[in-house]
T-cell receptor, first 112, second 115 residues
Framework: GEDVEQSLFLSVREGDSSVINCTYTDSSSTYLYWYKQEPGAGLQLLTYIFSNMDMKQDQRLTVLLNKKDKHLSLRIADTQTGDSAIYFCAEKTGGGADGLTFGKGTHLIIQP | NAGVTQTPKFQVLKTGQSMTLQCAQDMNHEYMSWYRQDPGMGLRLIHYSVGAGITDQGEVPNGYNVSRSTTEDFPLRLLSAAPSQTSVYFC??????????????FGPGTRLTVL
């Protein structure tokens, strides 16, 4: 079955880069997503990558996809206090209209 | 556009009570879905709908019913609430769900406690 794994916590110093990792098991994934959830709020789409791409960059965000190893990462450059949130990796498979499969989320903690 | 709206924001129920969580979107999206979020569990899909009159089960459908009589609304019903249904519930919508990427927009969530 489908499974998306993430580490639960990541702590970085303000100004450093944050790298959040994710692994997935379904090789038929078509799109992979990163969502951000701030305390008490819903999920906000940060970025996504199509499965035939290796990398996508969007301002401070860089997504790397290793399809062979089924590994996805999100790099946040120059991490700021406003980046403190839970980051969810999610995959969408090609078979049917069954929504997204989410990881458990990584809490990003920013140290001053 | 208001986007995806959910009511209520908070609710406390006693075991065995019933209630309906409301979800509405004004973006003319075909696809709508309900997720529940539990600590350390991420989001799990409860039910989804690919259009008015069509619903289907997700990963954790037991104890919940849905209907989709209009494109805009997708209510989630708890017929007999149980403490295991204590959770935060998110409604989401997108233009479509099949094939190409379509961003899912999430509502602000409903925090439900069942005593």
């Amino acid at each position: 079955g489908e499974d998306v794994e993430q580490s639960l916590f990541l702590s970085v110093r303000e100004g450093d880069s944050s790298v959040i990792n994710c692994t997935y098991t379904d090789s038929s994934s078509t799109y992979l997503y990163w969502y951000k959830q701030e305390p008490g709020a819903g999920l906000q789409l940060l970025t996504y990558i199509f499965s035939n791409m290796d990398m996508k960059q969007d301002q401070r965000l860089t997504v790397l996809l290793n399809k062979k190893d089924k590994h996805l990462s999100l790099r946040i450059a120059d991490t700021q206090t406003g980046d403190s949130a839970i980051y969810f990796c999610a995959e969408k498979t090609g078979g049917g209209a069954d929504g997204l499969t989410f990881g458990k989320g990584t809490h990003l903690i920013i140290q001053p | 556009n208001a986007g995806v709206t959910q009511t209520p924001k908070f609710q406390v129920l006693k075991t065995g009570q019933s209630m309906t969580l409301q979800c509405a979107q004004d973006m003319n999206h075909e696809y709508m879905s309900w997720y529940r979020q539990d600590p350390g569990m991420g989001l799990r899909l409860i039910h989804y709908s690919v259009g008015a009159g069509i619903t289907d089960q997700g990963e954790v459908p037991n104890g919940y019913n849905v209907s989709r009589s209009t494109t805009e609304d997708f209510p989630l019903r708890l017929l007999s609430a149980a403490p295991s249904q204590t959770s935060v519930y998110f409604c989401a919508s997108s233009y479509s769900s099949v094939g190409t990427h379509n961003e899912q927009f999430f509502g602000p969530g409903t925090r439900l406690t069942v005593l």
